[in-house]
Structures are given as structure tokens and as C-alpha cells.
């Protein structure tokens, strides 16, 4: 196990934030975890890294960084009703997604496109058009770097919640997950209720004979008409959760925002787009030094080209200030703060 002092993370991060970790290892097969457990009793600190898309990376990180490379997707379990599908963490998100869509194994093409890899998918629990991961979850297998046992970990004991998970809360360096398992359920149902989907022409045609690939392609084009590419525009995707309101605040808000996008929640509550509001308040399109906020999805900072965290946290802090005093909403940030005081 090649493990390396000092290394530039800058390409392995999609904001594209010049870093440094302290040092560095690649975990290639899942029986390393007590390999990796052992070396990790050198650093005062560990993080793991995924696909490096939902970070914001320090310029220094002292700690060891190990960057999970494991691959491998097989059937586990197949019954009457569904199929249990199993992927190595260090898998991507999206060619995973894909060659389940090209099995047959269906319910998973709403999240076509996440960056990132398979193992990072539980920790914020991803979600788009309609559908969140821990809807096809089934179980995960994660090393605990801590007490150095091997966990399988159901859906009740995940936590999720919107972007959120008990790994997502957990002292970083903790849970090294291994392998995530999905419920596919055979009697396949499409999920169309977001406004995206349902304007979308193809879909629309197809009406009841709708295909779980024509949903993955559309969820495709719209993401990348919308969605800068990390491979040529650093980014992180999100930088803000939706935040969630009471029904009061969200009436008193609608008085002084008519066209206010807000989304019910099942207990009552209301998921405000964040998106709107930047853009709203004129941020869309704008610069900060080499931060950016994007041009076609205001809920997206980029890296006009050298930015380093600083820059990505005045923006930031620049943004949440003119949300709170023009809505008297705070926002939250969605990806992780790596290596910051
Ligand atoms: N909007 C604007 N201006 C903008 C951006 C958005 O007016 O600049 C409006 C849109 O027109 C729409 C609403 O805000 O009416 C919501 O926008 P959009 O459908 O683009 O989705 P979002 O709420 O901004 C969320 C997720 C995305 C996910 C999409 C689709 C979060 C934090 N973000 O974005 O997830 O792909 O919905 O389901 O929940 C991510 O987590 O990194 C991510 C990209």
C-alpha cells in the first residue's frame, strides 16, 4: 500500500481548490481497512475522500487523505420482487446508475449524472428529480476506522435526512464505507412529478410507455443544460441546501415574494429554492476574485480559475448575509469543510 507524503489534491477535488494533504493513500480493495486502520494511528487526523465533488478543501490538510478507489458491481440477491445491487464505494455514481439502467435493473435513473462516487452517495444522501437515495437504499458495509470493526449499517441506522446522514455528522475519518447495497423494486414505477420532467418533450410523448432510460437521458440533458461541468468549470454542484421554513414564514414571505418557488413538505413545512432567492437578489452570473456564482443555476458556485477556499467562503458568507437580511433566511452550506479552524 503506496502511501505518499505531501500531495497536490487540487485535481482531486471538482471545485478544483488548490490543496495540500499531509499526506495521502489510495484504498484499492476493501481489504485493506485494517491496513489503512493501522496507518492512520501515524496522523493526528484522516479523511475520506471520494470523488472530491462535494468538498471544500483547506489549502493545507494535516491529516492523511485516503482517496477510496475500490471497484466492482454485482447482482447480491434477486427475488420475486426485487433486485439487491451491490457496488464497491470507489465505483462512480453515475457509470454505476447506467450499467444498472442497461441490466434492466431499474429505479435509480432520477439520479443519473451526480457526480461522485458510489460511497459518498449515503453521507449526504443524494437526491434529484424526485428521488433521494435512501428511497433505494438497502444497507451498506463500512469499516469503522475508530473501533476497527466491520459495520453493516441498514437504513435506520443511516439517519438520513435531506443531504444529511449519520456519516455526514460523524468526526471526519470515521466510517470508511466499503460497499452500498440498493433495493430495485421489479414492479418499476416512474417518478415524474418534478416540473423538470414533466415539461420535458420526449417524456411527454411517451406518456404511459415511458422507458427508465428515456428518464435517465432527460435527466442527462437537463442537468447538463443547466449544471456546469467539473472538467471545465470547478465546482461543487449545490453550494446551499433548499432551507426549510415554517408554513408562517413561508405566507409572510409570499406576501412580499409572489413568485417565491417553494416546495410543501409532508409535516406541514416548506422547502424554499434556494436557487430563486440568489438569483433574485441579483447574484446570478456574478464574481467575487476568482469565485463565481453560475450563470444558469445561481445555486452554484464555480472557480473562475485559481480560487482557493478563502475565496469560496467570502463569496459564500457574501451570499448567506444578503439572503438573511433581504429574506430573513439562513443558508446553509451543503458541502463538506475539509481541513478549516
Ligand atoms: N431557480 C431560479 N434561478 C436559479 C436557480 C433556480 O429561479 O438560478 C428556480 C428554478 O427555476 C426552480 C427552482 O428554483 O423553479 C429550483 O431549481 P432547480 O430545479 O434547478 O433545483 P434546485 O432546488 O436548485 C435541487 C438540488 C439539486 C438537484 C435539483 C433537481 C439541493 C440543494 N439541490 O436544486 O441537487 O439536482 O434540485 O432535483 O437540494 C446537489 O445537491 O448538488 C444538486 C445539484
Known amino acids: ?50 470523488g472530491g465533488s462535494n468538498v471544500v478543501l483547506a489549502p493545507e490538510l494535516d491529516c492523511l487523505v485516503i482517496k477510496v478507489e475500490t471497484a466492482g458491481v454485482r447482482l447480491l440477491r ?40 458510489v460511497g459518498a452517495a449515503p453521507v449526504q444522501n443524494i437526491g434529484a428529480y424526485g428521488v433521494e437515495l435512501d428511497q433505494r437504499f438497502h444497507s451498506l458495509v463500512a469499516w469503522d476506522m475508530r473501533d476497527r470493526r466491520l459495520v453493516e449499517m441498514a437504513a435506520q441506522d443511516c439517519g438520513f435526512l435531506y443531504r444529511n446522514s449519520v456519516f455526514k455528522q460523524a468526526e471526519q475519518g470515521r466510517w470508511l464505507i466499503l460497499q452500498v447495497r440498493l433495493c430495485l423494486p ?17 417524456l411527454q410523448a411517451a406518456g404511459e410507455r415511458v422507458t427508465a432510460r428515456q428518464i435517465f437521458d432527460a435527466v442527462c440533458e437537463i442537468r447538463q443544460g443547466k449544471l456546469p461541468d467539473p472538467a471545465i468549470l470547478g465546482n461543487a454542484g449545490s453550494f446551499f441546501k433548499n432551507p426549510v421554513v415554517t408554513a408562517t414564514a413561508y405566507e409572510g414571505l409570499k406576501k412580499t415574494h409572489s413568485d417565491l418557488v417553494a416546495y410543501p413538505q409532508p409535516d406541514g413545512t416548506y422547502k424554499l429554492a434556494a436557487g430563486w432567492m440568489i438569483d433574485h437578489a441579483g447574484w446570478k452570473g456574478s464574481r467575487m476574485g476568482a469565485a463565481g456564482v453560475h450563470e444558469r443555476q445561481a445555486l452554484v458556485l464555480v472557480n473562475g480559475g485559481g480560487a482557493n477556499a478563502g475565496d469560496i467562503a467570502a463569496l459564500a458568507d457574501a ?20 481541513g478549516w479552524a
Open 1 to 50: 500500500m503506496l502511501h505518499v507524503i505531501d500531495q497536490d489534491l487540487t485535481s482531486f477535488n471538482t471545485l478544483g481548490l488548490r490543496s495540500h494533504a499531509r499526506a495521502f493513500v489510495r484504498c484499492e480493495s476493501a481489504d485493506q481497512a485494517q491496513a489503512l486502520s493501522d496507518l492512520a494511528d501515524d496522523y493526528r487526523h484522516v479523511f475520506i475522500l471520494g
Open 78 to 117: 434477486e427475488t420475486d420482487d426485487e433486485w439487491i445491487v451491490e457496488a464497491q464505494a470507489g465505483e462512480r455514481w453515475h457509470d454505476f446508475v447506467e450499467h444498472c439502467i442497461a441490466q434492466g435493473w431499474n429505479g435509480l435513473e432520477n439520479l443519473a449524472l451526480i457526480p461522485g462516487t
Open 186 to 202: 421489479k414492479a418499476w414505477r416512474p417518478v415524474l412529478n418534478y416540473p423538470d420532467l414533466q415539461r420535458h418533450p420526449v
Open 319 to 338: 451570499i448567506t448575509a444578503d439572503i438573511a437580511a433581504r429574506f430573513g433566511v439562513e443558508l446553509e452550506q451543503e458541502p463538506v469543510k475539509v
